[in-house]
């Protein structure tokens, strides 16, 4: 003998409060998407002291598409501390730029940028990104580009967020690098 039952399943009466009760269903996922439970901001600033790139350029003379820029810094809590060359906050920062486009008519090239970092506790972090400079020239003081994070070991495990720099001295190459990480 087989017997079926149907599960009794109704629909709020009004078409209405079945497009409120979806519309919160909704609105409640998008907020748990948002705020993950665990999940922290924190704002990270660093102050770079750059050293003088090392190029690695092709073939032709002059600044073309494949040439590459690596550069290596030391890391500082404060502006003063940078200045002053006290105890960094790295054991490793390191960039690397390729030019992956450029325009002679507006005289500057693009380069696609990956960073990485690692701190004196062994924390690390990683950003990817590109930005337009003048064609083969260093930056200039100011804002400059914003790359994103995409991880990190350490304290800074699964770190997602952006980073932002500036120059902010260009007789001794200083950048104050901005972190906005969302930490799980």
């Given at each position: 003998m087989t017997t079926t039952s149907r599960a009794n399943t109704s629909r709020p009466q009004s078409t209405l409060s079945w497009r409120l009760a979806a519309l919160a269903a909704v609105a409640s996922?998008?907020?748990?998407?948002?705020?993950?439970?665990?999940?922290?901001?924190?704002?990270?600033?660093?102050?770079?002291?750059?050293?003088?790139?090392?190029?690695?350029?092709?073939?032709?003379?002059?600044?073309?598409?494949?040439?590459?820029?690596?550069?290596?810094?030391?890391?500082?809590?404060?502006?003063?501390?940078?200045?002053?060359?006290?105890?960094?906050?790295?054991?490793?920062?390191?960039?690397?730029?390729?030019?992956?486009?450029?325009?002679?008519?507006?005289?500057?090239?693009?380069?696609?940028?990956?960073?990485?970092?690692?701190?004196n506790d062994g924390s690390s972090l990683t950003w990817l990104g590109s930005g337009e400079i003048e064609l083969g020239k260093v930056p200039v003081?100011?804002?400059?580009?914003?790359?994103?994070?995409?991880?990190?070991?350490?304290?800074?495990?699964?770190a997602r967020g952006t980073m932002s720099w500036e120059l902010v001295d260009a007789d001794k190459l200083i950048f104050r690098d901005v972190f906005t990480l969302i930490l799980e």
């Open positions: 996922l998008a907020l748990a998407g948002c705020s993950a439970p665990g999940s922290d901001t924190t704002e990270l600033v660093v102050y770079v002291v750059s050293e003088d790139p090392v190029f690695i350029e092709d073939a032709t003379e002059g600044t073309t598409i494949g040439d590459m820029r690596s550069r290596s810094y030391e890391s500082y809590a404060t502006l003063e501390m940078a200045l002053a060359e006290q105890e960094p906050l790295s054991t490793s920062w390191t960039t690397m730029a390729t030019v992956v486009d450029e325009d002679t008519e507006k005289q500057t090239d693009v380069r696609s940028l990956t960073g990485h970092a690692t701190f003081v100011g804002p400059g580009h914003t790359y994103v994070v995409v991880g990190g070991t350490g304290k800074y495990f699964g």
